[in-house]
C-alpha cells in the first residue's frame, strides 16, 4: 500500500464492485445481476475487469452474492489489449 | 473593428399578443399592448429624450424629459410610463415640448460639475441630452444650492458628499448622481439584492447603499447592474476611469460559470477596458455577476507563465525551453512510456473551462494518438451522475430546459444548489420569478441565502443530514403515490407503465414514508408531506439541482430520484417545468458531450458501438479501442500500481479540485512524464515534468456550452500571450506524435464535430455568428436548437421510471468524527479559485471558513475567528471558524477555494456508485481549537515552493 489509510487498489475494486450491486439489489434478481454486469461491461477499463476476475477467483474477498451471480456476464478482457 | 452598439428602447418589451396601431410624428407604429409610447417611437427610429428610462427596469417617470402631446388629450404626460393606445396621434417634437426639455435640462446642468470627465469622455448622457434638447446657456450659473462644490460661499456645502471608491471595480461620485433611481431599480429588479435607496426627498434626496454605508460593506454584492444603468458619471467601472473609454468591441461568453453570461469585451487596442453584459445574451439577458463583470484581471496577471517549460525530476527546478522543444520531449517521453509499458500506460485529462472544440482534440490525441481511450475530465469531479442519471431515465444526458423556462414556473424546488452564490445570474432571474409569486421549495443542510432574502421567502425549508437526499427524494415520492398526486395520463401515454407500476410499489413500501425516513434525515414528516403536496399540485413545477445532488456515494441514484419525480408529477416536456442540473464550471456541460468521458465518444454514443466507431475509424484513418479506458481515480490507482505513466492534463487542477489529496499526490508521483497545460503554475504542477503554458478566453475563438446546453460562441479579443491558443498547443503536440491535423481555425473543429455527431449535426461558427447561440440537439429537425427537451416523448421512447433505494454512506459519525462537514462555493469566488484569487475579488473573501454552529462551537470551546483543526479519517487540516445557525447542530461547512486551507486533505475516497464522482458532501470530521496551519499544511507549502522554482532561459539572440 503506498499512501497511508486509503484503500488500496485491490480493495477499490471489491468496495466498487458491492457499491453497484447495492444499487441494483432493490430489483428483481435477475435484472439485478444483469445491471451490475452490464454496469462493470459499461464502464470498467480491462485492466480493471482483469484484475477483478483475479480476486473474485481468488475467493479472499468478500464480494455481494449478485456480483458473483453477476460474473458470468462480465466481458474477460482479451490478453492483448495490454500489448 | 468597431463598437458593438446596443439599441436601448426605453422600457421593458411587452409579452402581450395583441397589437395596437397608433402614429407617432405621422408615422404609422404597430406594437404589442402594454409597449410604453417610448419605446414604440424608439422601434421607428424616433428617439424621446430621456434620462431615468431603460429598458433593463420597469418606468419610473421622474426626470420629465420623455414629454410628448397627445392630440386631444390636455398636458404633457411622460412617454416611458403612457402606454400606447389605439388610433391615438403622438407628437415628439414641439415646441412647448423643447421649452418644457430645455427647462428640466438647465436645472440638472446647473447642479452638474462643468468640468464632468465623464461628459467629456461620452461616458455620462447629461452634456449629450442638454445638446439634443438645445440647451445653449445657463441662467442659473453654478453657485446656487449644489451637489458638486465642495465649498459654497466659503462654508462647507451640506449637500456635498466625498466620492465612494470602497468598491474595488466602481467608484459612485454623488456630484454627478441625478437621482434618477435607475441603479436603485437595477439592484431591485434585476439583480435582486435590494441594497441601493433614495434617502430624503427633494433636493436632499441622495442614493444610499444599505444603512448609506460605502459600497463594499453594504449587501451590495457587486454585479455592476447599476453602473451599467447609471445615465451619468456617477457610477462608472474604475478600469474606464483608469484607462478610458474603449474604442472597440466584441461578443463573447464568460469563462467562469455554467450559466454562461454573454458579454460585451470593450477594448482599447489589445486590452480590455471593461466587460459588459450583453443583452442579446440568451442565458443572461444583459445581466452579470463580479466573477465576468469585473473579475478578468487574471488574464494579465504577472503570475501567469509565458514559456514552456521541462524537467527531469519533480524535485529539480524548472528550465524554460522553447515550445519546440517541449513539443519533442513531450513526444519522446510518451513514446518511451508507451513502448516499455503498453499502449495503456498514458492517457489526457480535458478541461471543462477550455472551449469545446479544445476538449474535442484532447479526446481526439488520446483516441486517435495514444491508441487508447484514457481519457476523462473533471466533470468527473462534478456532474457525472447527472450524465449517467438522466439518460437511464430520459436517454439523454443533460438538461431538460432552458433558463427562459423559469419565468412560466409556479414552483421552484431547490435541491443540494445555492444558485446566489454558485449560479449568480441565474439566481437573479429565479429571484424575479419568485418575487412575482412563485412558490419555493428549498432541500439542503444549509440556510442557503434563497431561503430568505428581499421579498422573497421560501414556503418550505427542508434541513436534511447531508447524504440522505435520496431518502428525502422517494419520501416525496411516496407521498405523492400515496396521495393520488400522480399524473396518470402523463404517465400512461409518455413512460413504460410497467416500470411504473415496479416503481409506485417500490415508494409506497412504509420504510420510505417520510414519518419513516425523519430518523435519517432529521425533517419532520409533516413538512415533508406538505412540500410534496406543493410539488405536486402548485401548477407548472421545476427542480434545480447542483452539486449537493451529485456529490455523494448515491449522486446517480438521486438524479434518477429527481427525474422519477418529475415524471411522476407530468413536469416534464414544456416551458416552466423539468430537471435543471445547475453545472459548475462554464464548460461542463460542453466537456461531457465532447466525447471526454473513457467510456463514450461525442455525443455520449458508448465506445462499443461499432457504427459510431466507424464514423471515426473512416475519417481517422486509425483503428479505434472498443473498451472503456480509465477514468481519473482509477489512472490514479493504476500509477500507484506502476501500469500508468504518463499524463496530458488542459487546464484542471486535479491535485486541489480531487478528492483525497494525498491519494492525488501519491498517484501523480508514481507517474514519469505528467504534462500540465494551464495559465498558471497550479498544484498538480508541482508534481509535473512539463508545463505548457495556457492561453485565457480572451485570447481564444471557439465555443462553450452551459448548463441549458446553450452553445455560445467565444470571441478572439487580443493574441495569446503565450503565443498559441490552447487548442493549437495539442495540435503542435498532435503533430509532434506524428500525426496529420491542420486546423486552421477553431471553425474548422466544430464542422468536424458536427459532420460526425448527430446532436451537433446542424451547428457552425456561421450559424452561431447569425443567431446568437443554439441549444443542441440542432439538427435537421431541430435547425435552431431545442429550448425544452423531451417535447413530444422522450428522447429514449418511453421515460423510465427506477428504483431509488437509500443506501446510508459509508462516510459515518462517530465518537472520534462526530460532525458532518459538507463543502460549497460562494459568490466572489469560482473553483480552485486560480483565477479569481488573483483578482480583486479577493476584498470579499480572503480566507475559506469553517461555519460551524453555535453549539458546537460552546462544547468545543470555540470562539468567532478562531483557528480550528478540521480533522477527519482521511487527514487534517486548519482554518479559521465562523459561528452560525445557517447550518444545523451537528454539521459544519466550508468552502474550497484557497489552496492553503486543502479542505479536500480532509474528504474521503467515498465515491458515487456509478460515476465515481467524489462523495465532496459529506465527511465526517472533529473539530478543535487549534493554533496555526497543521503539518500536512506547512510541508505542502514547502514542497508546493520548492517545486515552483524556475530558472528562466538566456534570451535568445
Ligand atoms: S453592484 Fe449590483 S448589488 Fe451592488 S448596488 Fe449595484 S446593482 Fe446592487
Ligand atoms: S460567473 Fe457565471 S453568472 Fe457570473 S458572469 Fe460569468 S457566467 Fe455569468
Ligand atoms: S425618461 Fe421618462 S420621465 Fe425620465
Not at chain 2, 505 to 534: C, D, I, M, N
Not at chain 2, 684 to 711: M, Q
Not at chain 2, 725 to 730: G, P
Not at chain 2, 757 to 766: E, H, I, L
Request: hydrophobic content about 35%; charged content about 25%.
Amino acid at each position: 500500500m503506498s499512501h497511508d489509510e486509503g484503500q488500496t487498489t485491490d480493495e477499490r475494486l471489491v468496495y466498487m464492485a458491492n457499491q453497484i450491486a447495492t444499487f441494483f439489489e432493490s430489483q428483481s434478481p435477475q435484472a439485478a445481476a444483469h445491471g451490475v454486469a452490464d454496469h462493470i461491461n459499461n464502464f470498467w477499463e480491462p485492466r480493471m475487469r482483469k484484475r477483478f476476475f483475479e480476486l473474485a477467483e481468488s475467493g479472499l474477498f468478500k464480494l455481494k452474492p449478485i456480483v458473483m451471480e453477476a460474473l458470468p456476464e462480465i466481458r474477460r478482457p482479451k490478453e492483448t489489449t495490454e500489448a | 473593428m468597431c463598437m458593438v452598439n446596443e439599441i436601448d428602447y426605453g422600457t421593458p418589451a411587452s409579452k402581450s399578443d395583441r397589437m395596437v396601431t397608433l402614429t407617432i410624428d405621422g408615422k404609422v407604429v404597430t406594437v404589442p399592448e402594454g409597449t410604453s409610447i417610448m419605446r414604440a417611437a424608439r422601434e421607428a427610429g424616433i428617439e424621446v429624450p430621456k434620462l431615468c428610462a431603460n429598458d433593463m427596469m420597469k418606468a419610473y417617470g421622474s426626470c420629465r424629459l420623455c414629454l410628448i402631446e397627445i392630440e386631444g388629450r390636455n398636458g404633457t404626460p411622460a412617454s416611458c410610463t403612457t402606454p400606447v393606445a389605439e388610433g391615438i396621434k403622438v407628437a415628439t417634437q414641439t415646441d412647448r415640448l423643447g421649452s418644457i426639455r430645455r427647462g428640466v435640462m438647465e436645472l440638472y446642468m446647473s447642479d452638474h460639475p462643468a468640468d464632468c470627465p465623464a461628459c467629456a469622455e461620452g461616458d455620462c448622457d447629461m452634456v449629450e441630452m442638454a445638446a439634443k434638447v438645445g440647451l445653449t446657456e445657463n441662467r442659473y450659473g453654478p453657485n446656487g444650492e449644489n451637489h458638486v462644490a465642495p465649498l459654497l460661499h466659503g462654508d462647507t456645502n451640506p449637500h456635498f458628499r466625498e466620492q465612494d471608491l470602497s468598491n474595488p471595480y466602481f467608484a459612485y461620485d454623488p456630484a454627478k448622481c441625478i437621482v434618477c433611481s435607475l441603479c436603485v431599480r437595477a439592484c431591485g429588479e434585476v439583480q435582486g439584492t435590494f441594497a441601493l435607496t433614495v434617502e430624503g426627498r427633494g433636493f436632499e434626496s441622495r442614493i444610499a447603499a444599505s444603512m448609506d454605508d460605502p459600497f463594499l460593506e453594504s449587501e451590495c454584492v457587486s454585479c455592476g447592474a447599476c453602473v451599467q444603468a447609471c445615465p451619468t458619471g456617477a457610477l462608472r467601472e474604475k478600469t474606464v476611469i483608469e484607462k478610458g473609454m474603449p474604442e472597440w468591441s466584441a461578443v463573447t461568453t464568460c469563462a467562469y460559470c455554467g450559466v454562461g453570461c454573454t458579454f460585451k469585451a470593450e477594448m482599447r487596442g489589445e486590452e480590455v477596458v471593461r466587460m459588459v453584459p450583453y443583452k442579446e445574451g440568451q442565458a443572461n439577458r444583459g445581466h452579470s455577476c463580479v466573477k465576468g463583470r469585473f473579475a478578468w484581471g487574471y488574464a494579465t496577471h504577472k503570475d501567469r507563465i509565458l514559456n514552456p517549460m521541462i524537467r527531469e525530476k519533480i524535485t529539480d527546478p524548472w528550465q524554460e525551453v522553447s515550445w519546440d522543444e517541449a513539443f519533442a520531449y513531450i513526444a519522446k517521453e510518451f513514446r518511451r512510456l508507451q513502448y516499455q509499458y503498453g499502449k495503456g500506460s498514458v492517457g489526457g485529462i480535458t478541461s471543462s473551462r477550455c472551449t469545446n472544440e479544445e476538449t474535442y482534440l484532447v479526446q481526439k490525441l488520446v483516441r486517435q494518438g495514444f491508441g487508447n481511450n484514457n481519457v476523462d475530465t473533471c466533470a468527473r469531479v462534478c456532474h457525472s451522475p447527472t450524465g449517467y442519471g438522466l439518460r437511464m431515465t430520459y436517454g439523454t444526458s443533460a438538461g431538460t430546459q432552458d433558463f427562459d423556462s423559469v419565468e412560466h414556473t409556479d414552483v421552484v424546488l431547490v435541491i443540494g444548489a445555492n444558485p446566489t452564490d454558485a449560479h449568480p445570474v441565474f439566481g437573479s432571474r429565479m429571484k424575479k420569478r419568485l418575487r412575482e409569486g412563485a412558490r419555493l421549495i428549498v432541500i439542503d443542510p444549509r440556510r442557503i441565502d434563497l431561503v430568505r432574502t428581499p421579498h422573497v421567502q421560501a414556503d418550505y425549508h427542508l434541513p436534511l443530514r447531508p447524504g440522505t437526499n435520496v431518502a428525502m427524494l422517494t419520501a416525496l415520492a411516496h407521498v405523492i403515490v400515496e396521495e393520488g398526486l400522480v399524473d396518470e395520463q402523463f404517465v400512461r401515454e409518455r413512460c413504460d407503465w410497467d416500470a411504473f407500476q415496479d416503481w409506485a410499489e417500490f415508494v409506497l413500501q412504509p420504510e420510505h414514508s417520510p414519518e419513516a425516513v425523519e430518523k435519517y434525515t432529521g425533517v419532520p414528516a409533516e413538512q415533508v408531506r406538505a412540500a410534496a403536496r406543493l410539488y405536486a399540485t402548485g401548477g407548472n413545477a421545476a427542480i434545480y439541482y447542483g452539486l449537493g445532488v451529485t456529490e455523494h456515494s448515491q449522486g446517480s441514484t438521486a438524479v434518477m430520484a429527481i427525474a422519477n419525480l418529475a415524471m411522476a408529477t407530468g413536469n416534464i416536456g414544456r416551458p416552466g417545468v423539468g430537471v435543471n442540473p445547475l453545472r459548475g464550471q462554464n464548460n461542463v456541460q460542453g466537456s461531457c458531450d465532447m466525447g471526454s468521458f473513457p467510456h463514450e465518444l461525442p455525443g455520449y454514443r458508448h465506445i462499443a458501438d461499432d457504427a459510431t466507431r466507424a464514423v471515426y475509424e473512416s475519417l481517422w484513418g486509425v483503428k479505434l479501442d472498443n473498451e472503456p479506458g480509465l477514468r481519473i481515480p482509477n489512472m490514479l490507482d493504476a500509477a500507484v500500481d506502476g501500469s500508468f505513466k504518463g499524463l496530458y492534463v488542459q487546464g484542471e487542477d486535479i491535485l486541489q479540485s480531487d478528492p483525497n489529496t494525498k491519494h492525488v499526490a501519491a498517484g501523480l508521483a508514481a507517474m514519469e512524464c505528467v504534462v500540465v497545460h494551464d495559465l498558471f503554475l497550479n498544484e498538480t504542477a508541482n508534481y509535473a515534468h512539463v508545463f505548457l503554458p495556457g492561453s485565457t478566453f480572451l485570447e481564444k475563438d471557439g465555443t462553450f456550452t452551459n448548463a441549458e446546453r446553450r452553445i455560445n460562441r467565444v470571441r478572439k479579443v487580443m493574441e495569446p500571450k503565450n503565443k498559441y491558443a490552447d487548442w493549437e498547443v495539442t495540435q503542435k503536440m498532435a503533430q509532434a506524435l506524428g500525426l496529420d491535423w491542420n486546423y486552421q481555425h477553431p471553425s474548422e473543429i466544430m464542422d468536424e464535430i458536427a459532420k460526425t455527431t448527430p446532436t451537433f449535426a446542424g451547428v457552425s461558427f456561421d450559424l452561431l455568428d447569425r443567431v446568437g447561440s443554439v441549444q443542441w440537439p440542432c439538427n435537421e429537425k431541430a435547425p435552431l436548437g431545442t429550448p425544452v427537451m423531451h417535447m413530444d416523448g422522450f428522447v429514449r421512447g418511453k421515460g423510465r421510471f427506477i428504483r431509488t433505494a437509500y443506501v446510508p454512506t459509508d462516510e459515518k459519525v462517530g465518537p472520534r468524527f462526530p460532525l458532518l462537514l459538507t463543502t460549497g462555493r460562494i459568490l466572489s469566488q469560482y473553483n480552485v479559485g486560480a483565477q479569481t484569487r488573483r483578482t480583486a475579488n479577493m476584498t470579499w473573501h480572503e480566507e475559506d471558513r469553517l461555519e460551524i454552529h453555535p453549539n458546537d462551537a460552546e462544547d468545543r470551546g470555540i470562539r468567532d475567528g478562531d483557528y480550528v483543526k478540521l480533522a477527519s479519517r482521511s487527514g487534517e487540516t486548519s482554518l479559521r471558524a465562523r459561528i452560525t445557525d445557517r447550518v444545523a447542530p451537528g454539521v459544519v461547512y466550508t468552502t474550497f477555494h484557497h489552496p492553503d486551507t486543502q479542505a479536500n486533505v480532509v474528504t474521503t475516497e467515498y465515491s458515487d456508485w456509478a460515476t465515481n464522482c467524489p462523495e465532496y458532501k459529506v465527511t465526517a470530521v472533529q473539530v478543535s481549537p487549534s493554533n496555526g496551519p497543521t503539518e500536512w499544511q506547512r510541508d505542502y507549502n514547502d514542497q508546493a515552493k520548492r517545486s515552483r522554482r524556475i530558472v528562466h532561459a538566456e534570451p535568445a539572440e
